[in-house]
């Protein structure tokens, strides 16, 4: 199983990336897949997920920026890859994202390794 999140970099604030998450070698079902942050001291925290069925919950942090579009997630479920599109990027959202995959009933997580994402002022 192998979750390769890539599609982080060094981009200038009021810039915008897109995080790509791809899960391979996985049998079974996967249910939610989503992206955590993490900054240096601090804990990982759900920025996103998304439903198997395409709904999506934004961590209550990213809530109004999802509704402002700044933080937009997405899914080709029949591929397994979920997406992050992020805009009107700000340096307090320099950060490690981690995406997860879960199977149903949260039964196993699974990781990827992370992508750097740093926003220059």
């Known amino acids: 199983v192998q979750l390769q999140a890539s599609g982080g970099g060094l981009v200038q604030a009021g810039g915008s990336l897109r995080l790509s998450c791809a899960a391979s070698?996985?049998?079974?079902?996967?249910?939610?897949m989503g992206w955590y942050r993490q900054t240096p001291g601090n804990q990982r925290e759900l920025v996103a997920n998304?439903?198997?069925?395409?709904?999506?919950?934004?961590?209550?942090?990213y809530y109004d920026d999802s509704r402002k579009g700044r933080f937009t997630i997405s899914r080709d479920g029949a591929e397994n890859t979920i997406y992050l599109q992020m805009s009107s990027l700000k340096p307090e959202d320099t950060a490690v994202y981690y995406c997860?995959?879960?199977?149903?009933?949260?039964?196993?997580?699974?990781w990827g390794q992370g992508t750097q994402v740093t926003v220059s002022s």
């Open positions: 998304i439903a198997s069925d395409g709904r999506t919950y934004y961590g209550r942090t």
């Open positions: 997860f995959a879960d199977r149903p009933l949260g039964a196993q997580r699974f």
């Open positions: 070698g996985i049998t079974g079902p996967i249910n939610i």
